[in-house]
Structures are given as C-alpha cells and as structure tokens.
C-alpha cells in the first residue's frame, strides 16, 4: 500500500523562516493527485510549459513533451540540501572608517555578518578568513595562509561560539591582499571534506593593494591600486572548481566597483539584468547605501537565501537501476496553485530553470528561478525516466 504523508521542512532564513512542503511516501515516492487541475496556463516558471496527464497514477506523473510524446516517470519528494559559506571579510585599515548609520563600516560588518550567522540553520557549513592577518601589514608576507575559524557545520559544538569570538578580536589595520586572500580560501573551500554546495562571500571596502604574492610592483603610479583583472580570472577558475563567489562592496569600493562586478558574474552569482557600469552593478553594492547595516542585511539576506534554499540532493536511485540524468525533470506545485515544470537550462548563463551540479548529484535552481521559488510556499519533487524539458 502507497501511504502519503505530508512533511514540513523549515530553513530559517535571515528575513524569517521560509516554509516548503516536501512530499514522501513509504516508498520514497509522491506524485501529482488525479483530482487537481494539470493544465499549466502560461506557468512563469517554464517557458512552454507542458501538460501534466489529468490521470496521473500514485507515484507517477504523465508528462506531455514538446514532441508531443507523453511519458509517466516515477516522482521522489526533495529536501534543501545544506551548503558550505566561506566567509572572506576584508579588515584591512579603512574599515575603520566611519560609515552611514551608526559606527565604523567594521562595527557595522560584524554586527550584520553575526546576525546572518545567527539566522542560517545548523546544517550549514560556516568558516571565516580574515585579511591581512598580518599586524601592520607592513612586511612580507602580506597575508599569512591560516584561517580565523575553520569550516564546520554551525551545529558543530562551540561553532557559532568560535565564530563570534573571531569576529569580537578583530581589529582592521593594514592593506588589502585581496587576491593571496581570495585564493587561499577558495583551495580551503574547495578541498573542504564538509558536505553541501560551495559559496564564498567576499565583503571589502576597497581596491587590492597587493598582486599574487603580496608583490606590489604592479602597482600604477602613484596610486595604491594594483590590476584587479587576476581576481576576476580567479573567480572564473574558483567556478570550474564548484565554488561560486558572492561579492559585497561596502563604501570605499566606489572606484572598484566595475571590477567587483566582474568578479561576482565570474563567480557565477551575477544579479540579473545587472551591468558592470551601473547603475544596478552585479555585486552587492554598498556604496550608495543610505544605512551601511541595512544594506548589508539585505545582501546578506539575498545571499543567504540564494545559498540556502536553491540547491537539492538527487535521491539514490533503486537497487538494480542507473540514474538517466537526460531524464530527469524538476516539478513544482504553488500552495494551492497548478503543477508546473520547471525547464533546464542550457549550459552557461543560469537565470531561470535549472542545472546539475558539477557532480550531477544535486539540482540547483538558477537565479530568477530560484527567488521565486524560495519566497513561495509549495511542493518540489523529482520525476525520473522522462526525457528532460530543456527550456
């Protein structure tokens, strides 16, 4: 007998906890119900969304293909599947400075960056990299290759503990070696045995100071500012390593604002309809911002949302059978709405439908697809042995 339970799963965002129901069954399966209505009317979330079967038995779902062939898979219920955040914080000197709202953008940082931490459930992955984390940043090197607290699940005893007290003994001063930064967190990120898909949230005030290397020889004229096109490159490989990079550039970072938005499309976590010249920059840009605490609770909100609530575990398939991932599609059903399909996207840009992970063992929903989704109340589930609705 097919028993259907209905099971609430609940992951605790920074604006407030976001609400999914996932459907299970004794035999790991759930499926579309014969007594509500298939047809998807001009569904957002598809683009030529096709027609469920309005006969659809228990554990199946019959879906119409743009060929016209209609196919019934078996369907699985899905849960969240944790992530892993590497926070790289700038503390270079200027963070001292005062900022809009109340205290230096430092203060402000850890008071936004604490309160996120706070929010994100126990099965993320946490770990923070200070830079410079050399005194005075005067002398070589620039940055030394050690963390300020190392990668483990929040839930971890004395995790959330650790991160605070880091947080509470940091004092900025020096210069900013972005780049020796940003590349020793990422290999951290990435050899990582913590289980989840990998973000790295980097939040700076300013321009690199400092090439690979803490050389300073490419430096421009007079200026302080070395060439930050090796950090978008970086960016770009980190990708292909499976991590992807979220950017926050607080006040100060006015003159590297082009870059940093390059860095972030790089890092695979552009905003979409942004432009590397403004005035909506791909990155999380504070530089206009009215109340420096405010608006890096909302990025960091959008951050942790995107990180959070976008990416799902393919369940094993059954003993004997081989997972077809061409045949693999993702349904979602609204609170009281129509089923829909939601399309895969094609390989490169992802801003709506979805993609495998590198390692084709999760699905991750795509940028507008995604926000649409975690700020809905609804029922996702996997259908397996259909061919894939590409978008």
């Not at 079967?53 to 019934?72: H, K, L, R, V």
């Not at 770990?127 to 410079?132: A, I, L, Q, S, T």
């Not at 929040?154 to 991160?163: F, S």
């Amino acid at each position: 007998m097919n028993v259907k339970a209905m099971l609430s799963v609940t992951r605790p965002l920074l604006a407030g906890p976001l609400l999914w129901g996932v459907c299970a069954s004794a035999l790991g399966s759930c499926s579309a119900k014969a007594d509500r209505d298939t047809t998807i009317e001009g569904a957002p979330l598809g683009a030529g969304a096709p027609v469920f079967g309005d006969d659809a038995e228990e554990g199946s779902a019959t879906i119409i293909g743009f060929d016209g062939q209609a196919c019934a898979g078996q369907t699985a219920g899905t849960e969240v599947a944790p992530s892993v955040l590497q926070l790289l914080v700038d503390t270079s000197g200027s963070m001292n400075q005062d900022a809009p709202g109340r205290g230096s953008k430092w203060v402000q940082t850890r008071s936004a960056v604490l309160n996120a931490i706070d929010g994100m459930p126990g099965d993320t992955s946490v770990g923070v990299v200070f830079y410079p984390n050399v005194p005075g940043n005067t002398a070589m090197p620039c940055f030394d290759q050690q963390t300020a607290v190392g990668l483990a699940r929040l839930d971890a005893a004395g995790q959330r503990q650790q991160i605070r007290r880091a947080f509470g003994n940091q004092d900025p001063d020096g210069g900013t070696p972005t780049h020796d930064a940003y590349a020793y967190a990422v290999n951290q990120l990435a050899s990582s045995s913590a289980v989840g898909s990998r973000y790295l949230v980097l939040i700076t005030d300013g321009i690199p100071t400092y090439e690979l290397g803490c050389d300073i020889s490419g430096r421009q004229g007079n200026e302080n500012a070395v060439d930050a096109n090796p950090l978008v490159e970086e960016a770009a490989r980190a990708l292909a390593r499976g991590v992807r990079t979220f950017v926050i550039g607080s006040p100060g970072s006015d003159g590297a604002r082009e870059s940093l938005s390059r860095m972030a499309e790089a890092g695979g976590t552009a905003q979409a309809g942004c432009s590397h010249t403004g005035p909506n920059f791909c990155h999380f840009d504070m530089t206009q911002a009215s109340d420096l605490a405010s608006g890096l609770d909302d990025a960091l909100t959008a951050i942790s949302g995107l990180a959070l609530s976008c990416s799902y575990p393919i369940p094993d398939a059954p003993l004997g059978a081989v997972l077809d991932p061409t045949k693999v599609n993702l349904l979602f059903t609204p609170a009281g709405g129509q089923l829909q399909v939601i399309g895969q996207s094609p390989n490169g840009g992802c801003t709506e439908g979805w993609q495998y992970s590198d390692d084709q063992t999760q699905i991750r929903l795509c940028g507008n697809t995604c926000e649409t989704i975690r700020n809905s109340e609804g029922t996702l589930d996997l259908q397996f042995g259909c061919s894939t609705i590409v978008r």
